[in-house]
């Protein structure tokens, strides 16, 4: 295998950090339960657009949503502006998304369960369904992807190389899904020709 550090990749508009192509990971949620959604010191990223589609939601959920979280939201809504300046969704307790419920000891996103269940016709925050991938967004219209290392997930570090799938690969939905069948094919490619040259 070539030695050499990968510079930052890009594939049309968007900067990829290289350990996204060289990093294994795989959620092992019988292990981590779930932990993402209640550990942390700050919501998940949305848009503006997404706070609309939580607000469209947010009726079909509201009963289910615990009354520290609903108190949360009557406070300041679903989402607020965190110490860099980003939209994030509402947390509880410094820590707990509003839209997180326990189940068999384990935390499921309303959001989610709602749109599975087929009461609602939108999912979740795109970043969530990225995570680990953080997504910077820059002035210029270009977007920076990078991979996000936290100690909770360290049970998906351990099956991601047990499984030896790349985090590009288990996110394939996800990025398809923010960027596009064409783009992932581009980000297909670009894996191909770094693994024929030795650096995958």
């Known amino acids: 295998m070539n030695n050499q550090i990968l510079p930052i990749l890009q594939v049309d508009n968007v900067l990829l950090s290289p350990d996204i192509l060289?990093?294994?990971?795989?959620c092992d949620y019988e292990k981590c339960k779930g932990i993402c959604c209640i550990e942390g010191t700050d919501g998940a990223p949305v848009t503006l657009e997404e706070i609309g589609k939580i607000e469209e939601s947010i009726d079909e959920v509201w009963n289910e949503i615990s009354a520290s979280a609903q108190a949360v939201i009557d406070r300041q809504g679903v989402s607020y502006v965190d110490r860099e300046g980003d939209l994030v969704t509402s947390i509880v307790n410094g820590k707990d998304c509003v839209f997180t419920c326990q189940k068999e000891g384990k935390c499921l996103c309303l959001l989610?369960?709602?749109?599975?269940?087929?009461?609602?016709t939108?999912?979740?925050p795109i970043s969530c369904s990225l995570y680990p991938i953080r997504e910077k967004r820059f002035a210029?219209?270009?977007?920076?992807?990078n991979y996000h290392r936290w100690e909770v997930c360290r049970d998906a570090v351990v099956k991601g190389k047990a499984e030896d799938l790349p985090l590009y690969k288990f996110l394939r939905e996800p990025l398809i899904e923010r960027f596009g069948e064409e783009w992932y094919a581009q980000l297909e490619q670009l894996a191909a020709e770094l693994t024929k040259n030795g650096y995958l």
């Open 22 to 26: 060289t990093e294994r990971f795989c």
């Open 112 to 120: 989610e369960k709602a749109y599975r269940e087929g009461r609602t």
């Open 122 to 124: 939108w999912k979740k």
């Open 140 to 145: 210029n219209g270009t977007v920076g992807l």
